[in-house]
T-cell receptor
Framework: KAGVTQTPRYLIKTRGQQVTLSCSPI?????VSWYQQTPGQGLQFLFE???????NKGNFPGRFSGRQFSNSRSEMNVSTLELGDSALYLC????????????????FGQGTRLTVV | KQEVTQIPAALSVPEGENLVLNCSFT??????LQWFRQDPGKGLTSLLL?????REQTSGRLNASLDKSSGRSTLYIAASQPGDSATYLC???????????FGGGTRLMVKP
């Protein structure tokens, strides 16, 4: 069974540009969550998608957005990149049976290392 | 707002030693607690998941306990090996979806 796949693994972007990151969850998993990891702030929750709808949102500016497709694959977009957006972006997939389903085990991908110069 | 703290931040032990990593959280209204391992520059590997109704979970040399009322969890690693060297993270979830709140991690080094 394939794990969580994130692409690309590495990205270098210039300040002011925008970037799109992709995450393919484990087959059958309907929930996809995104996290930002930096040395200073640690792991911080960005947002969660379930059945193509955003279910939870962290405390990040509107420049950070996401979406989920009908096959559960998810994309995260960051517009107008800032130097402080340099981080490891991690995606996690979880199995939930329905919208009201409570937390189940999270499985993480290898991450996308974004460097903003 | 849920806050998760892990102590110690770093730990260095000789091979073969048994060790305990600590995790505390401020809001006891959690649904589950998960322990992860992260190797440098890599993603997170799930080690153990403890539901709020459980007291402990075991997997091989790893044992995790949960005391929800006191807001604490411990990860016990028996007979440590150099391959156990990594950062260990604990995370808790509430009752709404899969949002995880993480601790800052414990960086473990096991010396041969």
């Amino acid at each position: 069974k394939a794990g969580v796949t994130q692409t690309p693994r590495y990205l270098i972007k210039t300040r002011g540009q925008q970037v799109t990151l992709s995450c393919s969850p484990i087959s059958g998993h309907r929930s996809v969550s995104w996290y930002q990891q930096t040395p200073g702030q640690g792991l911080q929750f960005l947002f969660e998608y379930f059945s193509e709808t955003q279910r939870n949102k962290g405390n990040f500016p509107g420049r950070f957005s996401g979406r989920q497709f009908s096959n559960s694959r998810s994309e995260m977009n960051v517009s107008t990149l800032e130097l402080g957006d340099s981080a490891l972006y991690l995606c996690a997939s979880s199995l939930n049976s329905d919208w009201g389903g409570r937390s189940t085990e999270a499985f993480f991908g290898q991450g996308t290392r974004l460097t903003v110069v | 707002k849920q806050e998760v703290t892990q102590i110690p931040a770093a730990l260095s032990v000789p091979e073969g030693e048994n060790l305990v990593l600590n995790c505390s959280f401020t809001d006891s209204a959690i649904y589950n607690l998960q322990w992860f391992r992260q190797d440098p520059g890599k993603g997170l590997t799930s080690l153990l998941l403890i539901q709020s109704s459980q007291r402990e979970q075991t997997s091989g040399r790893l044992n995790a306990s949960l005391d929800k009322s006191s807001g604490r969890s411990t990860l016990y690693i028996a007979a440590s090996q150099p391959g156990d060297s990594a950062t260990y993270l604990c995370a808790v979830s509430g009752n709404a979806g899969n949002m995880l709140t993480f601790g800052g991690g414990t960086r473990l080094m096991v010396k041969p």
